[in-house]
């Protein structure tokens, strides 16, 4: 697994930080597509491993190794790029089958915000529902508290923002931590009224599509229809 690790170098040499994860992202550099390939096929072989059979520090490098990755290369070939995506992306969600308490994502708040536009959320959402389950250690409890403020701190009407808030949201609810994200919800609900066109408008002016689903998310949140959750309100 070392010798394996080794392949992705020079971001396997690397401690993912906010700096160096921002450092990285700032000078994203071309990949050949050989070096490309190469990652590719060394993300492959971890893969075969049951993420059981490795132990939680090796874990927690690889995904460490892999959110630097992701966030520094762009191929010479985008059929390359898209794939070597799409290998980083389904080893993590594996991986994140079980807990990985001090990697990069599960204790750095913005970093796991922005990971939440990634494999539709079901990264972000794995990683939250490792953190709830240890939610009495207060390592946990301040790691929630930081995501529920750092979605809060972002602007939500910009639409990646709000799905965001809205993935974050859902997950607390499905936690019974309704309380926590209840004022962001709130909020959320309603800048995305202000930007729904009113009902006695121009009757050609079409609501944003992806607010709508937004909002229609948390609305059955509150009510607790299909796909949501009791409120106790």
Known sequence: MAALIRGLRPFSDMHCTPQSLAEATKHRQETDNETTQKYVFVIDSIAHYPPDAIKRATRERVLDTLVLLASSLTSTSSRLSSKLDSKMLQIMD??????????????????????????????????????????????????????????????????ENSRRAAVIIEEFWKAGEEDAVRGLKDKLMISLEKLLPEPEGDEGTLPDVNFLQIWRKCWTLERGGPGGCRTGM
């Open 94 to 159: 594996k991986l994140w089958t079980l807990g990985n308490a001090s990697s990069f994502l599960a204790t750095d708040a913005a970093g796991l915000v922005e990971w939440t536009s990634k494999q539709n959320g079901d990264i972000a959402r794995k990683i939250l529902r490792h953190t709830f389950s240890t939610k009495e250690q207060e390592r946990s409890r301040g790691f929630l508290a930081n995501v529920v403020r750092v979605v809060d701190e972002a602007p939500l009407s910009v639409v």
